[in-house]
């Protein structure tokens, strides 16, 4: 009965997430605004997920850490809820829903396609490290999405790819402004899920680091991070096209990082992420 109650959730949770994507068009390229809609929407689909965590959790006595089902079923909760709290500090970066809500149907779509049988979470991987590797690695994903569509959005607006209402919602300068202080938050948070991740990984299997497929991702993803802060800030006349796809192809990366590599590791710790 608590797996119907799931699956009649998430249907709903990504009902409510095509809609929002679809009032926040409307509220763009229609005539009149529906804002408050939109966020609104983004809310309850977030509570949703909230809650059909919470019935899987209780069913299956542990945390949404190692299959698929339960990486896509967190973090698209974790994104969702991140957005929101970003939206709310920064209304710039609201633009960004444009291409947020799209893919948040997407992920909700693969969410319902994939088995959402539980895989038994091994005692020695259950401890306060992995909750904090687990924790700034959602944060570290959340805030570098928002950073990658609201680059993405700059570079179509540079190449007039975006409609009239669209654009005039669009403070170039202002929005590349705000995407490297999310970008450089991004960082930190990534910083700490590498080090919280090999504390865990010590206490869980007796070894910091093992050069996996996925520690490896990992680490590629947060040199090639530091590497564009540090030109950023060393090159102030950074290309800002160079700049803006640099932080979307690391978004690419972070994502195959988190719903590719896991799934495709011999590591000990395949699928949590």
């Given at each position: 009965m608590t797996a119907a109650i799931e699956k009649n959730l998430l249907i709903s949770a990504v009902a409510m997430l095509a809609l929002a994507a679809v009032t926040d068009y409307w509220s763009r390229y229609g005539q009149r605004s529906s804002v408050a809609s939109t966020y609104a929407l983004i809310a309850i689909a977030t509570l949703m997920l909230a809650l059909a965590i919470t019935v899987r959790w209780i069913r299956e006595q542990q945390?949404?850490?190692?299959?698929?089902?339960?990486?896509?079923?967190?973090?698209?909760?974790?994104?969702g809820l991140i957005c929101l709290v970003v939206y709310a500090v920064a209304p710039l970066?609201?633009?960004t829903a444009v291409i947020v809500l799209p893919?948040?149907?997407?992920?909700?779509?693969?969410?319902?396609?994939?088995?959402?049988?539980?895989?038994?979470?091994?005692?020695?991987?259950?401890?306060?490290?992995?909750?904090?590797?687990?924790?700034?690695?959602?944060?570290?994903?959340?805030?570098?999405?928002?950073?990658?569509?609201?680059?993405?959005?700059?570079?179509?607006?540079?190449?007039?790819?975006?409609g009239r209402n669209l654009q005039m919602t669009i403070q170039s300068a202002q929005l590349d402004a705000a995407i490297w202080p999310v970008f450089a938050l991004a960082f930190i948070?990534?910083?700490?899920?590498?080090?919280?991740?090999?504390?865990?990984?010590?206490?869980?299997?007796?070894?910091y680091w093992a050069w996996d497929p996925l520690e490896t991702s990992a680490l590629v993803t947060w040199l090639?991070?530091?590497?564009?802060?540090?030109?950023?800030?060393?090159?102030?006349?950074?290309?800002?096209?160079?700049?803006?796809?640099?932080?979307?192809?690391?978004?690419?990366l972070a994502f195959l990082t988190f719903f590719g590599m896991p799934f495709s590791s011999l590591a000990p710790h395949k699928g949590i992420i």
């Open positions: 945390g949404p850490f190692l299959t698929l089902y339960d990486v896509l079923l967190s973090n698209l909760f974790s994104l970066l609201r633009a893919l948040f149907v997407l992920l909700g779509l693969w969410l319902l396609s994939v088995p959402a049988d539980a895989v038994p979470l091994p005692a020695t991987f259950d401890n306060s490290w992995l909750w904090l590797h687990v924790t700034s690695g959602k944060i570290f994903l959340g805030l570098c999405l928002v950073a990658a569509t609201a680059s993405a959005l700059l570079m179509l607006d540079r190449f007039h790819l975006t948070c990534h910083s700490f899920m590498l080090i919280a991740g090999a504390v865990w990984a010590h206490s869980a299997w007796g070894s090639a991070m530091g590497l564009l802060l540090h030109a950023r800030v060393t090159y102030r006349q950074m290309p800002v096209l160079a700049s803006w796809a640099s932080v979307v192809a690391i978004f690419v």
